[in-house]
Structure formats: structure tokens, C-alpha cells
């Protein structure tokens, strides 16, 4: 009655409105995560189900006098034991299944993309194209990519330790200095999606911001050709606002 009345959607109510994925990966992580939810509910309902029957039938009656006192219950407590070890055991290796096909690397991308989280904004490579984009603080940049085309990215930071999210990817990676990470996805939806930082980082965290725009292959290779005019050929290594205010880059030509 209350979901009713509230007009909540089943996705809203029960998965707590997951997005729909909008790459050829996201139905791993989203059947993960309702299968995830699904278990946990059934075991809310049967424990709340337990404590309402054990309210009614032990309550204490009129003219009872206190109950008799019990301690230890050697079926019970094993019970209570190996149910749970079992179910943090079955989540394990869902987990640990989806984890190993979403992050399986096959190396037959059509672009390779090297990002770059510097504090406080993004270097996006475009490494098969030789050019770069590159954002602010107060300028979001946006990832241009092809619909239906699979993409490797390499996660850099000159800095520190940022996040790379992609809302409706369902799906983040750290991007931690010292360390290239990498994974493929295929974005599989035409349209803009919202990108972020996921890991507190700093000052100017909270505007560390994103738009990931994917295309038909005709504008992307435009929006190529559009950069290239600008001049932003090569490889962006870096890009931060020194102490003083001014603002230091470093770029290499592939």
C-alpha cells in the first residue's frame, strides 16, 4: 500500500532505481546487482517474518508467570552460523565471476583512450586520433566516443588517487599515480551520459566533472578532425593550476 501510494516503480521501490546501462557490459553489473537485492530481501522477509511469529507466540499471557529461562541451543547456533557463511560465500563468487568478465582485457578495441585525473579536472587522449581534449574546474570536458565500438581506456593521475564514473556505465575505476589501470567497454546508446570523480580528492573535488558524449562514427571522426584544427595534436601528459595561479601542461607528440 505504501509503495503504491507513494508511486514508486518496482526499480525505484526494490533496486532503488539502478540506470539502465547504456554499454554492452552494464547487464553484467546491473544483474548483479538485482540478484544481490533479490537475496537480500528474501532474507529480510523471512527474518521479519521470524521476530513477527516469535512476538506472537511467546508473548507472555495474562496470569504467566515469567517464562522459563533457556541458554544454549547447539542446533540453532549452527544454523545461524552456516546460513550465513553460505550466503557471503554464494555472493563471493558471483561477484568474483562478473568481476573477472567485466575486467577481461581482449586487446580488438577500435579506440584507445588515455584519461587523465589531475586535480581538479580531466586530459581525455584520443591515442589512435593524436589529439586531446582537456577540461577545468569550471569547463567540463567531454569524451567523444562511437556508438556500438568497443574502447580501451588507460587511467593516469599525475597527482593523486581520483575515481573515473560513468553513472549510466555503470561502472568506475580508480586512477591512481604510478599505476596505469585499464578497461574495455562499448557504449552501445546514443546520447550524453554524466561522468565524475568518485574519490575525494581535494579542494575542488566536487567540480571535477565530466559529459561523455557518444556519436555515429561520422561525427566522431569530425569531432577529431575539429580538434585537430584547434591544434591539440599529440598527448596531454598532464594539466594542473600551479600555487601561483598559472596553469603548467605538459604534452608530448605520439
Same mark, same amino acid.
Given at each position: 500500500m505504501a509503495l503504491v501510494a507513494s508511486g514508486c516503480t518496482a526499480n525505484e521501490a526494490f533496486f532503488f532505481d539502478l540506470p539502465e546501462p547504456a554499454t554492452?557490459?552494464?547487464?553484467?553489473?546491473?544483474?548483479? +546487482?538485482?540478484?544481490?537485492? &533479490?537475496?537480500?530481501?528474501?532474507?529480510? &522477509?523471512?527474518?521479519?517474518?521470524?521476530?513477527? +511469529?516469535?512476538?506472537?507466540?511467546?508473548?507472555?499471557?495474562?496470569g504467566n508467570e515469567t517464562p522459563k529461562q533457556t541458554k544454549y541451543n547447539l542446533p540453532l547456533e549452527i544454523l545461524y552460523t552456516i546460513v550465513p557463511l553460505i550466503m557471503i560465500l554464494g555472493l !563471493?563468487?558471483?561477484?568474483?565471476?562478473?568481476?573477472?568478465?567485466?575486467?577481461?582485457?581482449?586487446? /580488438?578495441?577500435s579506440q584507445t583512450v588515455n584519461v587523465v585525473g589531475f586535480r581538479w579536472s580531466w586530459t !581525455?587522449?584520443?591515442?589512435?586520433?593524436?589529439?586531446?581534449?582537456?577540461?577545468?574546474?569550471g569547463q567540463p570536458p567531454t569524451l567523444w566516443l562511437p556508438v /556500438?565500438?568497443?574502447?580501451?581506456?588507460?587511467?593516469? =593521475?599525475?597527482?593523486?588517487?581520483? =575515481?573515473? +564514473?560513468?553513472?549510466? +556505465?555503470?561502472?568506475?575505476?580508480?586512477? &591512481?599515480?604510478?599505476?596505469?589501470?585499464?578497461?574495455?567497454?562499448?557504449?552501445?546508446?546514443?546520447g550524453t551520459f554524466v561522468g565524475r570523480c568518485a574519490e575525494l580528492c581535494g579542494t575542488d573535488h566536487a567540480r571535477m566533472l565530466f559529459n561523455v558524449k557518444v556519436v555515429s562514427r561520422a561525427e566522431?571522426?569530425?569531432?577529431?578532425?575539429?580538434?585537430?584544427?584547434?591544434?591539440?595534436?599529440?598527448?596531454?601528459? =598532464?594539466?594542473?593550476? =600551479?600555487?601561483t595561479g598559472e596553469r603548467e601542461s605538459e604534452r608530448t607528440n605520439l
Amino acid at each position: 500500500m505504501a509503495l503504491v501510494a507513494s508511486g514508486c516503480t518496482a526499480n525505484e521501490a526494490f533496486f532503488f532505481d539502478l540506470p539502465e546501462p547504456a554499454t554492452a557490459e552494464g547487464p553484467i553489473i546491473q544483474n548483479l +546487482w538485482n540478484g544481490a537485492w &533479490i537475496a537480500a530481501w528474501g532474507v529480510g &522477509i523471512l527474518t521479519w517474518g521470524l521476530m513477527l +511469529w516469535a512476538a506472537i507466540a511467546y508473548r507472555r499471557r495474562k496470569g504467566n508467570e515469567t517464562p522459563k529461562q533457556t541458554k544454549y541451543n547447539l542446533p540453532l547456533e549452527i544454523l545461524y552460523t552456516i546460513v550465513p557463511l553460505i550466503m557471503i560465500l554464494g555472493l !563471493f563468487a558471483f561477484t568474483a565471476r562478473d568481476q573477472t568478465e567485466v575486467l577481461a582485457m581482449e586487446n /580488438d578495441q577500435s579506440q584507445t583512450v588515455n584519461v587523465v585525473g589531475f586535480r581538479w579536472s580531466w586530459t !581525455f587522449n584520443y591515442l589512435d586520433e593524436d589529439v586531446y581534449d582537456v577540461g577545468t574546474p569550471g569547463q567540463p570536458p567531454t569524451l567523444w566516443l562511437p556508438v /556500438d565500438e568497443k574502447v580501451k581506456f588507460e587511467l593516469t =593521475s599525475p597527482d593523486v588517487i581520483h =575515481s573515473f +564514473w560513468v553513472i549510466d +556505465w555503470l561502472f568506475k575505476m580508480d586512477v &591512481i599515480p604510478g599505476k596505469v589501470n585499464q578497461f574495455e567497454i562499448t557504449p552501445n546508446k546514443l546520447g550524453t551520459f554524466v561522468g565524475r570523480c568518485a574519490e575525494l580528492c581535494g579542494t575542488d573535488h566536487a567540480r571535477m566533472l565530466f559529459n561523455v558524449k557518444v556519436v555515429s562514427r561520422a561525427e566522431f571522426d569530425q569531432h577529431m578532425e575539429d580538434l585537430r584544427s584547434k591544434g591539440q595534436t599529440g598527448k596531454l601528459e =598532464s594539466e594542473r593550476v =600551479s600555487y601561483t595561479g598559472e596553469r603548467e601542461s605538459e604534452r608530448t607528440n605520439l
